[in-house]
């Protein structure tokens, strides 16, 4: 955040209440102005030099003088005030002194002894006397507002400026945010950035960190249940394929897969996921020129498999493009469709715009011209819910390395009709039915698309 922009966050109510104080102040100063000439009309009085005002407050119940009176008072108080010759050239006026205020005093005491009417003028200095005593209390009121919403923007907020970058934090001594609560949970953030530089990491759409849980659970496994799945009758063997499958029945039941645990297939990541689909079904379906419909802002993973794949049986690529807020343009989308599109891909949401694109809609309109679709899902999944059934896809990938699980693994999930019909990728142990030295047969899914030990 730069500076500028966190000092506006904390100055904008600031800056309103200072406005309103300040019009307060001034409609203070316009009634102060007004009062005292309304006064002096009505007695008679001609104005008096500026230079009286700050001894007028000494005398708040003084009453107006005569003509006479009034001029002589201010030809005393000038010469009490003037500004002497060295003054004058520093620019600083001269004040007066204790005794000049008590001569002037004095003086007026003199003067109201002369001054007739003077009785009858008490009762409009009264009516002086509280008008601004009001101003001066609302002032008041205006000045502890001010400090009190000063106070609470200082507790409130503060800027931080930490090896030349700056930050917004909000500081509650009740209750503390989500990172203060989870951040313990993960122990790689307890390290540093640099000398003397705690680390803040902000790079999770490209790979989360591992919370103690996960750690302690892969560590747990290692000590206690390490053993290879489905290829022993040992205990240990036993333990290992339980947790595994477990791990798998937990996963269908996150995205709610219509078709349970038979349809999920664990792979090293989204990545090779996405290449599994394309050297399995793509070789198998696609032929020359047909259509392969994914968008600009597509992750690599979710391009250049097609890319290849184009290469090998002469298949069409069709981007879609952007709209004018940065999203997928479902409207741009519709035109490329057609009776030879054979394949839509593209992300949930997007690893650089951060945009959630139209599934549902995509998926409408594919699957009415017979088309496919595979969804990228590497950045819902770990944030939001997500639902395969109700989305309507036909293929969703995933890693486990983004939602704060370890790497080298990710999983397709896949409807079972489509599954079922796609061919091996890779040989091995674990994907075979049966082996004889002159063919083999395959394992129904997903353990046909899972050669040998997982990673």
């Given at each position: 955040m730069e500076p500028t922009e966190g000092a506006c966050h904390v100055q904008r109510p600031l800056k309103k209440c200072?406005?309103?104080?300040?019009?307060?102040?001034?409609?203070?100063?316009?009634?102060?102005?007004v009062l005292p000439q309304r006064s002096t009309a009505a007695h008679n009085v001609p104005d008096v030099a500026p230079h009286t005002s700050m001894l007028a407050l000494q005398h708040v119940n003084a009453p107006p003088l005569?003509?006479?009176?009034?001029?002589?008072t201010a030809a005393?108080?000038?010469?009490?005030?003037?500004?002497?010759?060295?003054n004058r050239l520093s620019g600083r006026a001269s004040m007066a002194s204790p005794s000049s205020v008590r001569n002037s005093a004095d003086l007026w005491k003199e003067t109201k002894l002369q001054t007739p009417g003077f009785a009858s003028a008490q009762k409009d200095t009264?009516?002086?006397?509280?008008?601004?005593a009001g101003v001066s209390a609302l002032i008041g009121l205006c000045s502890a507002l001010l400090g009190y919403a000063l106070g609470r923007t200082r507790a409130s907020r503060k800027l931080h400026d930490h090896a030349g970058r700056w930050s917004l934090a909000t500081v509650s001594a009740e209750q503390g945010s989500l990172a203060d609560k989870v951040r313990d949970d993960f122990p790689l953030l307890k390290e540093e950035a640099y000398p003397s530089t705690p680390l803040v990491y902000f790079d999770s759409a490209a790979t989360s960190q591992k919370p103690q849980v996960v750690i302690d659970a892969m560590d747990n496994y290692y000590r206690t249940q390490n053993s290879n799945v489905h290829r022993g009758v040992h205990a240990m063997a036993a333990k290992a394929t339980d947790a595994y499958e477990g791990a798998r029945a937990k996963l269908a039941a996150f995205i709610k897969a219509p078709g349970g645990v038979s349809e999920i297939v664990f792979t090293r990541g989204a990545t090779e996921a996405?290449?599994?689909?394309?050297?399995?079904w793509g070789l198998q379906e696609m032929k020359e020129g047909d259509e392969i419909i994914v968008s600009v802002m597509e992750h690599h993973a979710n391009?250049?498999?097609?890319?290849?794949?184009?290469?090998?049986?002469?298949?069409?690529?069709?981007?879609?493009?952007?709209?004018a807020n940065q999203g997928y343009d479902l409207a741009h989308f519709r035109t490329l469709l057609s009776d030879r599109t054979k394949l839509v891909a593209l992300p949930h949401v997007s690893n650089t715009l951060g945009c959630i694109c139209p599934v549902k809609e995509v998926v409408e309109a594919a699957h009415a011209v017979g088309a496919c679709v595979l969804l990228d899902a590497c950045?819902?999944?770990?944030?939001?819910?997500?639902?395969?059934?109700?989305?309507?896809?036909?293929?969703?990938?995933?890693s486990g390395h983004k939602m704060c699980g370890p790497t080298g693994i990710g999983f397709l999930w896949g409807r079972y009709s489509i599954l079922e019909k796609m061919p091996p990728w890779q040989g091995g142990g674990e994907m075979i039915d049966?082996?004889?030295?002159?063919?083999?047969?395959?394992a129904p899914a997903p353990g046909r698309f899972e050669a040998g030990t997982p990673a």
């Open positions: 200072i406005q309103a104080v300040s019009a307060v102040v001034l409609l203070g100063a316009c009634v102060a102005q005569t003509d006479h009176a009034a001029t002589a005393g108080l000038r010469s009490r005030l003037r500004p002497s010759a060295s009264g009516v002086r006397s509280t008008t601004w996405i290449n599994l689909v394309a050297q399995t391009l250049v498999p097609w890319q290849m794949l184009q290469e090998r049986t002469g298949c069409v690529l069709k981007f879609v493009q952007l709209d950045q819902s999944v770990p944030h939001m819910p997500v639902d395969v059934g109700d989305l309507g896809v036909d293929w969703l990938v995933a049966e082996v004889f030295l002159d063919h083999s047969t395959w």
